[in-house]
Every structure is written in structure tokens, then in C-alpha cells.
């Protein structure tokens, strides 16, 4: 651990500590102390520093431990990762996973970060990680049957997510087809599959799950889609050690069950989930837009819309969702003629 990570778990409580003691504590001077201290703060955390008080962060950091997060995945060998590893500061969790399949990574192998430089979402959108503050977790899996037994994988992985959050106390998540978990129709998680191997033979899938505990408003301010964090949607803070771990334990566990019967033993319980299901969506494609009833998902996880009458299936590709808006009412200017003649 560097002289900066060990300053960020000592200012890690949000209480006031003087440089001297600190410089002493980390066997540094009062000069370097400040200089690491704007090492923290250009990670994008809020340090203040009070003449005769020293440094604090305004607003106390959960950092993850892996002891702890173990804790909360349970005793069940099926809900715990063969290794786990925490990483304070990485480009993405789920490129850093990519490029250790190359080097022969097991699967099961689970890693997650303080923060994400260049966290990735579905299209190439950014996945919003400022540090200390939410979950992004990254997980290896290899499936024997090619990459087309991984087709339905981000469905089955969503119900994991509202999983997790029915047992920190999140009971009304809900899912947005196909790869969104959503609180009153706006995103608290997202889930991001890549797969690397061969369409028939064995292949690794790099899950990717992305899950808000607490969106500082800086970063909330980048997002241009509705959004929602689980602090906000519960009015508590919430331990992110405990969040991850059951995270983990849900995930590993859906996973089981996909590789032995696939999407099927999920087809239900995703659509009681579905949040779109018999509304007016908007579907943008690389075609162009397309707009209709959402009327769930099909056995292979594809999305049936229906339009004058007929209904279309729509699969995973570059294709994003949106709640259609509400008509314009427009102003009725007829005049009543009640009372005349």
C-alpha cells in the first residue's frame, strides 16, 4: 500500500488529523503529507484542511476490505469468488479482467475498485465511478459452450442485482430490458457482459455490474439519463463492504444455475421484474428509431414490441431503450354552451 493509500484509511473516518501527527504516523514529512493530500483530492474527494486542525474529508469513506466483503457473500462455496482482489484506482474494471484472461485467470475470479477512470457501459457510454462511493465489480467466467451460450447472460444477471438490493433493504427494483435495474424508472445499476473465445468452443465472459449507493452531485451532473442511488431511494447510508459481498454471493449463484439450464429457469421471474412490459417505449436502432408496446421478452431474452397490430422481436445489439414520453395534451378551446340557447 502507498504512503497515499495509507493516508486515504487514515482520513478515511472524516475526522480531523493534524499534519504533524499524520507525517509521523506514515514516517513522512509535513511537506509530503500535503502533497499526497492533493493526490486525494485530485481523485475527486472533498479534503478540508482548518489551520489548528489539520485535514478531513467532508464526507467519512466505507473503503472496501476483502475480508469483509467475503463476510457478506456467506459460507455457501458457490456464493464466494476463488480470489478476489481490491483495486483503488484502475482505467476499468472489466478491461483489467480482458487482458488477465491472457494470462490463464481462473474462473470465479472476482475484482472491484475504488474507482474507475474509464468505467464503460453498453455502447461505449461512460459508467459515472467517482471514488470510495459505489460498487464496481468485475467477474471471470468461463463457459464450455461458446459464446452463443452466453446470449441470455445479462438478463439472468439483472435479477442478481435486485437480489442484492432486496437484502440491503431495496425492495421495489425492478428491471429495463436488456441490461438496466431501475428504481421508479430511473437506472440504479447497470450490467455490462463481454466475452472473449470462440462462438462453439470454450469462452470466458468479463461480467461487468455497475450498482449507485451514492452519486456525488459532480458526478451526477455528467449523467444524461434519469438516475437513482440507493442512500437516496432508502434515506440511510448504506455499508458498501456489505452491498459488495452480497452482490458477489447473487451473481455466482445466478451464474451456477445459467450454466447448468441457460436463460429458462429465469424467463419468469424476469418478467414479473419487467418495468417496461405493456408501456409506450421508443426503441433507437442503428436503423433508425422505432416506437410501440413493450410486450416482455421472448424464450431467447429478445424484446417483443408491438406496432400496428403486430409484434416484432427485437435482440441484443447496438439498441437502446427509452420510455416513451406522454402525449401532448393539447388546450380543448371549444367554448361550452351550457345555459344557452
Not at 442512500?231 to 447473487?250: F, K, P, V, W, Y
Not at 435482440?315 to 340557447?341: C, H, K, M, Y
Amino acid at each position: 500500500m502507498t504512503t497515499r493509500d495509507r493516508l486515504l484509511v487514515t482520513l478515511a473516518d472524516g475526522r480531523f488529523h493534524s499534519g504533524q501527527v499524520l507525517g509521523a504516523q506514515l514516517g513522512v514529512s509535513r511537506s509530503a503529507i500535503c502533497k499526497h493530500v492533493r493526490a486525494i483530492a485530485a481523485l475527486g474527494l472533498d479534503v478540508q484542511a482548518v489551520t489548528g486542525k489539520g485535514y478531513r474529508l467532508a464526507r467519512p469513506l466505507e473503503l472496501l476490505d476483502a475480508n469483509q466483503v467475503l463476510a457478506h457473500c456467506g459460507d455457501d462455496p458457490a456464493g464466494r469468488p476463488v480470489r478476489l482482489d481490491i483495486l483503488y484506482d484502475v482505467d476499468s474494471t472489466n478491461q483489467y479482467l480482458l487482458e488477465r484472461v491472457k494470462q490463464g485467470a481462473p474462473s470465479g475470479y472476482a475484482v472491484l475498485a475504488e474507482r474507475q477512470r474509464q468505467g464503460r457501459g453498453r455502447r461505449g457510454r461512460e459508467w459515472q465511478s467517482p471514488f470510495g462511493e459505489n460498487i464496481y465489480l468485475s467477474l471471470l467466467w468461463q463457459f464450455g459452450g461458446g459464446i452463443a451460450q452466453a446470449s441470455g447472460l445479462t438478463l439472468a444477471l439483472g435479477i442478481g442485482v435486485v437480489q442484492a438490493l432486496r437484502d440491503i433493504g431495496l425492495a421495489d427494483a425492478a428491471l429495463k430490458w436488456p441490461n438496466d435495474v431501475v428504481w421508479r424508472d430511473q437506472k440504479i445499476a447497470g450490467v455490462l457482459v463481454e466475452l472473449a473465445g470462440d462462438m462453439s468452443g470454450p469462452c470466458h465472459a468479463v461480467i461487468g455490474i455497475g450498482l449507485n449507493l451514492y452519486l456525488p452531485p459532480a458526478a451526477a451532473q455528467a449523467i444524461t439519463q434519469p438516475w437513482a442511488d440507493v442512500e437516496t431511494a432508502l434515506g440511510t447510508r448504506i455499508s458498501r463492504n456489505r452491498a459488495a459481498g452480497r452482490l458477489l454471493r447473487h451473481t455466482l449463484h445466478i451464474l451456477e444455475r445459467y450454466r447448468h439450464a441457460g436463460l429458462a429457469p429465469f424467463l419468469d421471474e424476469w418478467r414479473q421484474l419487467d418495468s417496461v412490459c405493456n408501456r409506450a417505449i421508443e426503441l433507437h436502432t442503428e436503423a433508425g428509431a422505432v416506437t410501440g408496446i413493450a410486450r416482455g421478452i421472448a424464450a431467447d431474452g429478445a424484446l417483443i414490441v408491438e406496432r400496428d397490430g403486430r409484434r416484432q422481436h427485437f435482440s441484443f445489439g447496438e439498441i437502446s431503450l427509452r420510455i416513451a414520453p406522454p402525449p401532448v395534451r393539447r388546450p380543448d378551446n371549444t367554448r361550452s354552451t351550457r345555459g344557452q340557447l
